[in-house]
Structure formats: structure tokens, C-alpha cells
């Protein structure tokens, strides 16, 4: 079983690709089984092995994928083992060191982790920008032998992370990712500007059930995971956070 958290659709389009090579399913994580991991189960029973697939936010777990670690119930053979398939723009930094910590302590048998690069989402601070586009499209294009390399290497039961932890990794993870978390994270910046079409893409689509429209326009309430879904799928970029989105691009995976 395939279990995938994504915002933009890259770590969805990953899960696919994996399902498709190993002959397994992917559940999604979006609204109440994303926002309530306590009061949810997913049913594991028959499957040959768990698979997190999520994206990289500044070089750590998700904290929303953090929660659900934490707290998701998982029915069924207890000692399957796990791996890790995470995306990065550029690098991922410790993340599988902490989502091993996350699965290990649930009991859970932690083993492999893998990153796939795939195009970059994070537009919020200045110098962060998504990729040009043949950046993207050789991103794009590489990503199914990545996929296919991972599945002969879970299948064969072959040791060993392959992980692009890239460098400074003590520093982006340690250090940064918790104040990220802290200070960075905060969805209040987030407003529609004049070019709104009330169109609502940005509130039906949210996977946190965080947007609603007043008035004709999304608002923005507090339980928000940063993934940036309504910033990049708004038809009119009238998606902006504070200044930090002025001039910036847009991008989405075609999974989502
Ligand atoms: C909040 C946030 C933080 C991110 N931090 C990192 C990072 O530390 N390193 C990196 O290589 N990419 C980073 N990215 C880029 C994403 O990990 C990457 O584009 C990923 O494939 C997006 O997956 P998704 O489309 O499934 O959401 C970040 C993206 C977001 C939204």
C-alpha cells in the first residue's frame, strides 16, 4: 500500500508511477483523514509493505505528515516493513532520519528511503522560485526511471537509503527546519488579490478543508499545511502570500 500526502501533485504522481510498477494502491491523504489522523484507520491487511510518499518542507517531514504519523491508526500485520519515497526540489536533508524516527516509533519495521527530485513548489520567500521550464520538464522526464529503479530495489529487498541529502544537512534540518516550522509556516499571510474570479478552485481543492468563500472570495482559516495547492492551481495567479508571490511562477503536476 501506497500512502500519499501531496500538495502539487508531484509526490501523487511518484505514488502512481510506484502503484503501477509494484501492483499496489495508493491512498490519497486529503480532508478528514489528512485533518483527524486520531479518529481514522487505514486497513493494511493483505498488503506486502507500507510506502510513505509525501513532499520535503525545508529539508524535514511535513508536519502535517509528522501528525498523521503520530496518530493514524493502521489495521492489520503490524510487522510489514516501511519505506520512504519522498520529493525534493533540490534536496531533502535529513527527512528520512526523522520520518525513521516517526515510523520506529510507532513499532513499526523502518527501512529504506528514497527521494525523487522533481519540480520545485516553494515560491513563499525571496530567491525561492518554481523551476524554468526546461528545468522542469528534465525533472519531469527522469522521474519514471528514478520510480522504477526504487521498485527493483524494494522488490529485491536490496539494503541501504538513497537519499539526496545534499549538503549543510545538519544545519538545514536541525536547525532551520524547526524554526521554519515555528515561524514560517503561518497561513495568515495568504489573501486573493483583484484578479479573483470567485472561481472557488482554490477552496474546493484545499486538501485541508482550510478555505472558504466570503463574499465571493476565499479566506483563509488557521489549519493550513503549506502546500501551496491554491497559490498554484488559481486559474488568474490571484493567489498571493504577503509580497513574497509577486513575480513569481506557477506549477503543478498533471496527476493532480
Ligand atoms: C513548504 C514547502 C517547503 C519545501 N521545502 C523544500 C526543501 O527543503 N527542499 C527541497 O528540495 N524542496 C522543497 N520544497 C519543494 C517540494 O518538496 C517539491 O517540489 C515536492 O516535489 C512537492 O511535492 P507535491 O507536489 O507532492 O506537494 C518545498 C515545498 C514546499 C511547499
Redesign the pocket.
Known sequence: MII???????????AQHLADAMGDNVVRLEGDILTSPGQNTIDISGHKRVVWC???????V?PVMCKFLKQITLNGDGTLPHYMV????????RTHTQWRHLVSARGWDARNAFT???????T?MKGFNVDPADVEQTKLAKMPGAVEHITQKILSGGRGDEV?V?KWSLI?SGII?PW?VRYA?SPKPFHHTDACISCEICARSCPMTNISMVDGHPQWHDNCA????CYHLCPKHAVAYGKATINKGQY??PS?
Open positions: 500519499c500526502y501531496t500538495g502539487t501533485g508531484n509526490s501523487l504522481a511518484v509525501f513532499p520535503v518542507y525545508s529539508w524535514g511535513p519522498a520529493t525534493c526540489g533540490d534536496d531533502a536533508g525523487v527530485v522533481m519540480p520545485n513548489t516553494y513563499l539526496l545534499g538545514k527546519y521554519f509556516m503549506l502546500c501551496l495547492r503543478h503536476n493532480l
